[in-house]
């Protein structure tokens, strides 16, 4: 009962957001919206993605049925007894390392073999933002707009993501896209509610050397 409550509630979800996403794209055909108009945009449309995966997600648990109670039991053991070596965190202070020594191609290799070995989600997340804050500049190069993009619609929810799009900001401010800035800016502020971090990161970019 409980999981089928969890699926209409996440179904509903969706609707909302597919609501959202038309009413936006609505004004931005009148209004001949902006690139931070189809910004936002694609950040409604990948989260809607990742709903509508759960939803996906929820009803092909509901339809498998369990061979028997001991096979879950077995299956059970079996996976505690089985440990996944994650060395992200190694990789990380590793990267942090290398940044003080101003080594960026080490860096971007170690970021590389995050990438390519871990199964966290946020860990990826967080490897493609430290991606981001390597190559990115100033002159926001094609490289870093398509990574910008890539972490859009692959990791919607995160706040890794919100850090992403808050470097896009700052250096919108630096060229001085005030008005773009800001803009992007609400849309950290309405569309990733858990990222607390935005006032302090702010600051923190405020500061930044380019």
């Known amino acids: 009962m409980a999981m089928k409550q969890h699926k209409y509630y996440i179904f509903s979800l969706g609707v909302l957001f597919a609501v959202q ?3 936006v794209t609505v004004f931005m055909l009148t209004m001949d919206g902006s690139g931070l108009q189809k910004k936002h945009i694609e950040i409604l449309e990948a ?29 059970t053991q079996v996976k505690k007894n089985v440990k996944e070596l994650d060395l992200s965190e190694h990789y990380f202070a590793q990267i ?15 970021i590389a073999k995050i990438q390519e070995t871990s199964s966290n989600a946020e860990h990826v997340a967080k490897a493609e933002y430290e991606k981001i804050n390597l190559i990115c500049t100033q002159k926001l190069e094609v490289d870093c707009i398509n990574e910008i993009d890539m972490i859009v619609s692959q990791f919607p929810d995160s706040n890794w993501t919100a850090k992403s799009l808050l470097l896009l900001s700052h250096y919108y401010y630096k060229e001085n896209r005030v008005n773009d800035s800001k803009a992007l800016i609400n849309i950290i502020r309405t569309e990733f509610k ?11 970019l405020s500061v930044k050397t380019l």
């Open 21 to 23: 996403i038309f009413f």
């Open 47 to 75: 989260q809607n993605n990742s709903l509508m995966n759960q939803v996906a997600g929820s009803s092909l648990t509901q339809s498998r049925q369990v061979a028997s109670i001991d096979t879950t039991v077995q299956y």
């Open 96 to 110: 942090e390392q290398f940044k003080k020594e101003n080594n960026r191609m080490a860096a971007l290799e170690t």
């Open 194 to 204: 858990t990222y607390n971090e935005l006032d302090r990161d702010i600051k923190k």
